[in-house]
């Protein structure tokens, strides 16, 4: 039973459960299919729901796995059961183990979630920190009970991820949308640079890349007929006479969990992206390629997936093929024939770019000025040290004018003989005293201590 890589597709820790079933098996003619070896699903990754805490999410999926009354609860549970938290609850009837590796896994992600922000509040401290955004980071697990995975957790768990993959599509758009407005504002202020025969030029060439790209084959409707054969045929290497509906389910269901997720429908427009995108031309963009990528997949989902579980069943496949639109749809629009973003929205962009490097540049130039201060002190402290030490030798050369036994390293007295003065000699220490003295106040940095000089004999 694979039900893991269906998790992760919508409730991730909700509809996979439900897959517990096996799919109706579908007899394939093994003797048409090229170079087709059977996929083992445990060797199949689940792929990466791009939420920040998707590693914590495969973890507690793991656990839960091995929890065989828990995973008997789920598999008669319906969606709306495992949405409103009700089978949540089963948590408290999993085994003592399991709870204990629950337990360890949630401390282990409030521990990684602290850090993220204790770093994040660091960064931020002097342009202002949204603690709102920062404590948005805990909705997926009850970060009042930082020891314990409890049934909140759970439930908090679910609904987040199923909030969040909700979501998640259109902040991509969101984001490709931006990387548009700065590929478009970067080459505009790359114009501002050039002479008027270098801007010509460069206006010219960026119109004739502009028309290479679009000078490609006909795209065919993504979930089409047409579509469909062209990867019978030339994907999966089969005769175009002999195309098969269900066959052909069974064969993208590569999991074999009975159902085409996300990833296994994008799979299926790789020969379309293919006639309009090359990573060796320059005028082709591969990001523009995955967008192009996921607005089929949402098309095509939108489509045929009928309970907006993120999943393709078999029926529902074969539903979809029976209307008007799988013979005869209508003519597929790239994104090249689209606008993607109007000059006022442009605009607005670029007045939050400038914004952004105003900002940047005022913490540069602050940056900048505590270094030249920093900068400052040290020359001076260097400064001080130099005249300190000379001092200290000037003082060196009147004690041996003097005959005072010179000072070591530590400013220690060296050892020497017994030295007869003069009552003249003797009358003059106290001066010489005070005077070195007033020095060692003067010039001593924290780094060097003052010894204390005695000149009797």
Known sequence: MRWKTVLLQYFLLVTCL???FEAVPIDIDKTKVKNTEPVESAKIEPPDTGLYYDEYLKQVIDVLETDNHFREKLQKADIEEIKSGKLSK???LVSHHVRTKLDELKRQEVARLRMLIKAKMDSLQDTGIDHQALLKQFDHLNHMNPDTFESTDLDMLIKAATSDLEHYDKARHEEFKKYEMLKEHERREYLKTLNEEKRKEAESKFE???KKHEDHPKINHP???DQLKEVWEEADGLDPNDFDLKTFFKLHDVNNDGFLDEQELEALFTKELEKVYDPKNEEDDMIEMEEERLRMREHVMNEIDANKDRLVTLEEFLKATEKKEFLEPDSWETLDQQQLFTEEELKEYENHISLQE?????????????KE???RQHDQLQAQKMEYHQAVQQMEQKKLQQGIPPSGPAGELKFQPPVQY?????????ELDDELHRFHARFLSPEEPATEVHLHP
């Open 208 to 210: 004739e890349m502009k």
């Open 18 to 20: 439900l897959t517990a």
């Open 422 to 430: 003069n009552q003249e000699e003797i009358e003059k220490e106290p």
């Open 223 to 225: 979930g089409s007929k």
């Open 90 to 92: 089963e948590l408290d």
């Open 373 to 375: 201060e920093l900068q």
């Open 358 to 370: 105003n900002e940047l540049q005022k913490k540069a130039d602050e940056l900048q000025k505590q």
